[in-house]
């Protein structure tokens, strides 16, 4: 009898090759798996389909993981308004996890002996993939021969196509990869130092040129609204509000980022909504959360965001710290108002019934209702006096 592998498959050149290397020159019975965090239109899906099938594989699986996603991850990437290095939001990254797990618990329902991924040996997935397999599914053999054989993609086209494999060998100038948090583009000006990616390496044109405003609407933290058009799911007004900012251009960067096998890369990325999400639901928190909550949460969304991108979210201590986002967006509840231009944005103010700035308390710089000057002379001589009797002692010491 066969062994049984499942693979992830992304229907490229590197995962058509582990099919049919398994198939004729392993003979294992191939269960196929793609899951979709949000970059795949049915009509795609069903194409990677009939390819795994051309291929020989016994059985291939479609799952939609993009609500899932949502919830076990993105949510918290908004509440913490995570941005690795300050720039990215962790886009690819977040969605190997997700992709991983779910692999995972698809060797375990069919009982397969293996798993494998066309990861080569030269990123951050492989790390993710495996990390992820030997904790949900120890002792089953993990295959990369991708990365194992070292081969080069002309060896892998060489192959495919003398098992009579029709498909498109033509590599892209640019390598895209769409989910539901962001686009990444990869192409030969990312390969050094300096270098932008030019307008046509974009997957989203600019095509709109005239200054919109639009509303986001946060309900303890999730996005539920967007100029008032309301969504059952924060999934669907992610995708509305990307329909809506991506044709300005808004988003786009490019990451340099430290790589988990310790060297450094960088990537272009176009990530219209999540970027308004965070920057919208940061200015929101601004304004209902206060200086310790807000000085807290960022530094827990920098490791938070750091230990996720390294393929750590089954750490227990990722749930200690969701738990903290979570109970900090009891008050995260209002509307952002964000005025999206050619290329950029700007968030001009919010409105929510949790304001801490509200005028009843006193407004900067001005009269205030809640306290005399009188107690903020005697708040301020205490505020400082450790300090004060500090440089006292330290004075009269320097003398002798």
């Known amino acids: 009898m066969s062994k049984k592998v499942v693979i992830g498959f992304s229907g490229g050149l590197d995962t058509s090759y582990c099919v049919k290397y398994f198939t004729d020159e392993l003979n294992y019975e191939v269960h196929s798996i793609i899951v979709n965090t949000g970059g795949f239109s049915k009509e795609e899906l069903d194409q990677i389909e009939q390819h795994a099938k051309a291929l020989g594989v016994t059985s291939h699986t479609t799952v939609d993981a993009t ?100 498909m498109n060998f033509e590599k892209s100038v640019y390598s895209i990869n769409k989910g539901l948090w962001g686009t990444s583009v990869g192409g030969k000006e990312t390969l050094s130092s300096n270098g932008m990616l030019p307008e046509e390496a974009w997957p989203t044109a600019l095509s709109k040129h005239e200054p919109e405003q639009v509303k986001l609407h946060f309900e303890k933290g999730d996005l539920t609204a967007v100029n008032d058009k309301t969504f059952d799911h924060p999934v669907a007004a992610i995708q509305y509000l990307q329909q809506i900012a991506g044709p300005f251009a808004i988003g786009r960067d490019v990451h340099v980022g430290d790589t988990i096998i310790g060297i450094k890369g960088r990537v272009g990325f176009e990530a219209a909504a999540s970027i308004l999400i965070i920057k919208g639901h940061h200015a929101l928190e601004k304004h209902v959360l206060t200086k310790w909550q807000l000085t807290l949460k960022s530094q827990l969304a920098d490791f938070y965001g750091n230990w996720l991108h390294e393929g750590q979210l089954l750490d227990p201590v990722m749930r200690d710290i969701e738990a903290f986002f979570t109970s900090s967006q009891q008050n995260v509840t209002g509307d952002v108002f964000i005025q999206l231009m050619p290329y950029r944005f700007q968030v001009t103010g919010i409105e929510s019934s949790y304001d801490l700035m509200s005028s009843k308390f006193g407004k900067y710089g001005e009269m205030n209702t809640g306290w005399s000057g009188q107690d903020v002379r005697g708040f301020s001589k205490i505020f400082g006096n450790q300090t004060a009797i500090y440089h006292a002692v330290k004075n009269s010491t320097d003398e002798k």
């Open 67 to 166: 609500k899932s996603y949502y919830d076990s991850i993105i949510k918290y990437l908004v509440y913490g308004n995570v941005l690795k290095n300050n720039t990215y939001p962790l886009s690819v990254s977040a969605e190997r996890v997700s992709q991983a797990l779910h692999i995972a618990e698809h060797v375990k329902k069919i009982g397969a002996d293996a798993v494998a991924h066309g990861s080569t040996g030269a990123g951050n997935d492989q790390v993710r993939f495996d990390m992820i397999f030997h904790i949900m599914i120890p002792g089953i053999e993990i295959i990369t021969p991708i990365r194992d054989m070292q081969l080069s993609r002309q060896e892998e086209i060489d192959y495919l196509k003398s098992k009579g494999v029709k």
